[in-house]
């Protein structure tokens, strides 16, 4: 493993510790690291010990951008740029499928910012590798932290203590080709969650857990052919709750699939003291055929208590404000002299201001579908609320994009409105293929195993 670790991010040497789970660890030591932290190089040496969880607001960011590291110089800049985005509004960054080596990583330090520390595992040069970047501000809030991978780079577990608690994160990107070692590796991963901590898990993870959860070209979900990683999953982790994301994160020939997810450790009444809130960030066209997944942990009571500049600008809020003044007959003036109905007024304003604040939020989840790849998102993610019964976020897509208006909520799957929903998105994905086949070019002959796909935003939770 690389750790730019350095503040000119130089390459430090590497150390090779064997954990004594029988996965090979990899790290690096900062010798210049400033005393206050204690940075220890492979599994927490306090295994152990009690812990209690760290939960702070943070940001977090998954994703698979198919290749950090191709031949092609357009291709290589821009996923590199989109990268440093991703790091600058986010304190974690977990990316997955990286394609690194020892002697591509090289060309990174002086391309992502310097406000973050970056760990990187290394597969080949066609598949794997791991990447996750740490905020320096979470860094100085450490009394120590640690990184190192498991599954030759398949795993990467970063873990940190402070006065706070402790918060540990997991990145992961299982081997698409072997469900054996998808299994192996739940396993490994469940042998290092340590007992009390916060602990993320986020990945790519090349299966599914419902069925829903994956969807044909044809709209139809099919057989759930990985039960066994799925029951495996069920064991191991039933404490973990998922951030809560409706839409599929990947777009394929044959379909659509929810295989990027995070969960959390913490309980539903532990994360009563903090809001929550998960969406899908928009990479640029051709990057990668898979969604950023955008996690963060905020300060509900602030959320609640201050209207965002944006908010009070928008036509639904200023029509809201004016048929209260309207109806309550709001005059300053006549109330000066009774400041008992002055503060009831005002007390009544600011509820007011409150609801519709919280309504134009609500309005703004879902925006209407401009591109191809937005408009099959939402058809398929529309179809697997459909079968896990949730209404109202089928009623959310509907009201944006019309093309699903015809289908009935009740008794679907038989309806002509679904048969016709069908034949949309058959439709949906010629124009993809065609649109693709008539724009895509190659700068070289080695970029072939970069795959292309434009991918537009289905679904954004303001925060």
């Known amino acids: 493993m690389h750790c730019f670790d350095d503040p000119r991010h130089l390459l430090i040497e590497d150390e090779i510790i064997l954990s004594k789970f029988d996965a090979h660890s990899f790290g690096t030591r900062n010798k210049n690291w400033h005393h206050k932290h204690q940075y220890v190089v492979g599994p927490h040496r306090a295994l152990k010990l009690d812990v209690v969880p760290w939960l702070c607001p943070l940001s977090f960011a998954l994703w698979n951008p198919?290749?950090?590291?191709?031949?092609?110089?357009?291709?290589?800049?821009?996923?590199?740029?989109?990268?440093?985005?991703?790091?600058?509004?986010?304190?974690?960054?977990?990316?997955?499928?990286?394609?690194?080596?020892?002697?591509?990583?090289?060309?990174?330090?002086?391309?992502?910012?310097?406000?973050?520390?970056?760990?990187?595992?290394?597969?080949?040069?066609?598949?794997?590798?791991?990447?996750?970047?740490?905020?320096?501000?979470?860094?100085?809030k450490c009394v120590g932290f640690g990184c190192y991978s498991l599954m030759n780079g398949r795993l990467l577990h970063f873990w940190s203590d402070s006065a706070f608690g402790s918060l540990d994160f997991f990145v992961a990107y299982l081997d698409p080709s072997d469900s054996n070692e998808q299994i192996r590796a739940l396993g490994i991963l469940r042998k290092h969650i340590r007992k009390g901590a916060h602990t993320l898990l986020a990945g790519d993870w090349n299966f599914v857990c419902i069925e829903?959860?994956?969807?044909?070209?044809?709209?139809?979900?099919?057989?759930?052919?990985?039960?066994?990683?799925?029951?495996?999953?069920?064991?191991?982790?039933?404490?973990?709750?998922?951030?809560?994301?409706?839409?599929?994160?990947?777009?394929?020939?044959?379909?659509?699939?929810?295989?990027?997810?995070?969960?959390?450790?913490?309980?539903?009444?532990?994360?009563?003291?903090?809001?929550?809130?998960?969406?899908?960030?928009?990479?640029?066209?051709?990057?990668?055929?898979?969604?950023?997944?955008?996690?963060?942990?905020?300060?509900?009571?602030?959320?609640?208590?201050?209207?965002?500049?944006?908010?009070?600008?928008?036509?639904?809020?200023?029509e809201m404000l004016d048929d209260f003044v309207i109806k309550s007959d709001l005059e300053v003036g006549k109330l000066a002299n009774n400041p008992v109905s002055l503060v009831e007024q005002?007390?009544?304003?600011?509820?007011?201001m409150?609801?519709?604040?919280?309504?134009?939020?609500?309005?703004?989840?879902?925006?209407?579908?401009?591109?191809?790849?937005?408009?099959?998102?939402?058809?398929?993610?529309?179809?697997?609320?459909?079968?896990?019964?949730?209404?109202e976020h089928c009623q959310a897509l509907q009201e944006i994009y019309e093309a699903l208006r015809c289908v009935p909520l009740v008794s679907w799957k038989e309806s002509q409105g679904f048969r016709d929903l069908r034949t949309h998105f058959n439709d949906l994905q010629h124009q993809v293929t065609f649109e693709r086949a008539k724009t895509h070019t190659k700068e070289d002959d080695e970029q072939g195993f970069v795959e292309f796909g434009g991918i537009g935003t289905a679904y954004s939770t303001l925060y």
């Not at 799925?230 to 994160?249: C, D, G, K, V």
């Not at 005002?346 to 007011?352: D, F, H, P, R, V």
């Open 66 to 140: 198919r290749s950090l590291f191709t031949n092609a110089c357009v291709q290589h800049c821009a996923s590199t740029q989109y990268v440093s985005e991703l790091v600058k509004s986010h304190d974690f960054v977990g990316l997955v499928g990286t394609q690194s080596t020892v002697e591509a990583i090289s060309m990174l330090p002086n391309v992502l910012p310097r406000s973050h520390l970056y760990f990187c595992t290394h597969i080949s040069r066609r598949k794997g590798g791991v990447m996750f970047a740490v905020s320096r501000v979470h860094i100085d």
């Open 212 to 318: 829903l959860d994956r969807v044909k070209s044809n709209l139809e979900s099919g057989e759930l052919y990985n039960k066994k990683q799925a029951s495996e999953w069920a064991r191991l982790f039933p404490e973990f709750a998922e951030f809560e994301q409706p839409l599929y994160t990947c777009i394929y020939t044959g379909g659509c699939s929810r295989i990027d997810r995070v969960y959390s450790s913490c309980s539903p009444l532990e994360n009563s003291t903090i809001a929550s809130a998960c969406n899908l960030l928009v990479p640029p066209i051709g990057l990668s055929d898979h969604f950023v997944v955008s996690c963060r942990y905020f300060d509900s009571h602030i959320s609640q208590s201050i209207v965002q500049p944006w908010i009070t600008c928008t036509p639904l809020y200023k």
């Open 346 to 352: 005002i007390n009544s304003l600011q509820i007011c």
């Open 354 to 391: 409150h609801r519709a604040s919280k309504i134009v939020r609500s309005s703004n989840r879902c925006v209407p579908p401009k591109t191809l790849q937005h408009k099959i998102v939402v058809v398929s993610s529309f179809v697997r609320s459909l079968g896990l019964g949730k209404h």
